[in-house]
């Protein structure tokens, strides 16, 4: 199947300093990407959707100049945690859909990023 | 509104079988989907139902009933790796993904 890496898988940073975290597709050109944030026992969240060339579409309840998101080519989504403070700790995971896939409507999902602040 | 009801908690004997169930409410319907998701990592693809039926894959299958908003994951033969959470997912009417919370299935020896 398609592969979607991420990295850095495990981060821990200060409180108020911002992480960088990137999501690539390595076989396939993913026009759409999501980020998603999952805390202990609890599902997947999305936080947005990720368009390449153009903004990104944020879930209610996220905001959009904390979370920043950039999609700047058809393999790379970079989701930016600004400012972060320990109630940001998190699984942040992406995914992405192979178009050439696109009747399934499966996702392929990146590793994962689990984030602590300080 | 959009809304996945799953088990929050299973348990099942090493070798035996389990069902796990979902019920489905979403605006339009593309798709069920069941995922796999070991403690820390991310989840991972079990299967897709668009059509009413029972798809069977390997020791996993899963159920879909469009007319109930129901569907089940059936796994036989449960092994020790089994034990991790399982998710089921709705795609709705934009293809977005409405997650369940997820069941945790414990397999004991």
């Known amino acids: 199947g398609a592969v979607v890496s991420q990295h850095p898988s495990w981060v821990i940073c200060k409180s108020g300093t911002s992480v960088k975290i990137e999501c690539r597709s390595l076989?396939?050109?993913?026009?759409?990407m999501f980020w998603y944030r999952q805390f202990p026992k609890q599902s997947l969240m999305l936080m947005a959707t990720?368009?390449?060339?153009?903004?990104?579409?944020?879930e209610q309840g996220v905001e959009k100049d904390k979370f920043l998101i950039n999609h700047a080519s058809l393999t790379l989504s970079t989701l930016t945690v600004t400012s972060a403070h320990p109630e940001d700790s998190s699984f942040y995971i992406c995914s992405a859909r192979d178009p050439l896939l696109a009747d399934t409507g499966e996702l392929f999902f990146g590793e994962g990023s689990r984030l602590t602040v300080l | 509104g959009q809304n996945i009801d799953q088990p929050t908690e299973m348990t099942a004997t090493e070798g035996a079988i389990v069902q796990i169930n979902c019920t489905y409410q979403t605006s339009g319907f593309n798709g069920l989907f069941w995922y796999q998701q070991h403690a820390g990592e991310a989840p991972t693809f079990l299967s897709y139902?668009?059509l009413d039926g029972l798809e069977e894959k390997g020791r996993f299958s899963s159920f879909l009933s469009r007319s109930k908003g129901y569907s089940y994951l059936l796994l036989k033969e449960l092994q020790m790796k089994d034990s991790a959470s399982y998710l089921c997912?709705?795609?709705?009417?934009?293809?977005?993904?409405?997650w369940g919370a997820g069941t945790k299935l414990i397999i004991k020896p």
């Open positions: 997912a709705s795609m709705d009417s934009n293809y977005q993904l409405i």
């Open positions: 139902n668009v």
């Open positions: 076989d396939f050109q993913a026009t759409t």
């Open positions: 990720s368009n390449e060339g153009s903004k990104a579409t944020y």
